[in-house]
């Protein structure tokens, strides 16, 4: 009887034990991920909603110059975009939230007018035959809030290119043609305007 009693205890402590060990593994998981819970995955609670016009950069060098732009990129999602989204006849920050920005390293020549080394906004005025683009000094402001055309060191007309393939996000591109020359670009859903640069 003795020895009965011995392996009845004998099960009850280990029991015992191996429900305290469980414990503390539980708690040891639960401290190394203190987001973790029940039924939902961390890493879901973490992400942020993609924007649906992300920054993006264009850049390559030209002669010596590396000619960089910063914009945002909208998409077309299924909208009107000349004359609907983008109004025409109005200063456009060509793109999306922050002001476009361009940066040239060394003195460039567009249009046959020198623009000194620096940072710039480019806006644009988008209408069906002509488009105006600007190359403005408050390159740091949101959308065209703060836009003024006193702020303006270049302002020149371009025809619209039409394209067959349609554009989804819109994308500037930055080409290099020959040592001290390069074309930039703007595309967007059916539509591409570009322009030649000189880096002096």
């Not at 960089?68 to 909208?79: E, F, L, N, Q």
């Not at 567009?110 to 488009?131: C, H, M, Q, S």
Request: glycine share 4%; charged share 25%; net charge negative.
């Amino acid at each position: 009887m003795k020895t009965i009693k011995l392996m009845f205890m004998a099960i009850i402590l280990f029991a015992i034990v191996a429900c305290n060990a469980k414990k503390d593994k539980q708690e040891d998981a639960h401290q190394a991920d203190p987001h973790e819970h029940s039924g939902h995955d961390s890493h879901k609670v973490a992400e942020k909603p993609k924007s649906g016009s992300p920054r993006k950069s264009a850049m390559t060098n030209i002669g010596d110059a590396h000619i960089h732009i910063d914009y945002s990129s909208p998409s077309v999602r299924g909208r009107v975009i000349w004359g609907g989204l983008v109004a025409y006849d109005q200063v456009w920050v060509t793109g999306a939230h922050r002001a476009t920005s361009i940066n040239f390293p060394l003195n460039v020549k567009i249009e046959n007018r020198v623009i000194p080394a620096g940072k710039y906004a480019l806006f644009t005025i988008p209408n069906k035959d002509e488009w105006t683009v600007i190359i403005n000094k408050n390159w740091e402001q949101h959308l065209a809030d703060n836009y003024s055309e006193e702020e303006d060191i270049l302002r020149f007309n371009i025809v619209p290119e039409q394209l067959n393939e349609m554009i989804e996000s819109l994308d500037y591109q930055i080409e290099s043609s020959q040592r001290k020359f390069g074309i930039i670009s703007i595309s967007w859903e059916k539509i591409k305007v570009s322009f030649e640069i000189e880096v002096l």
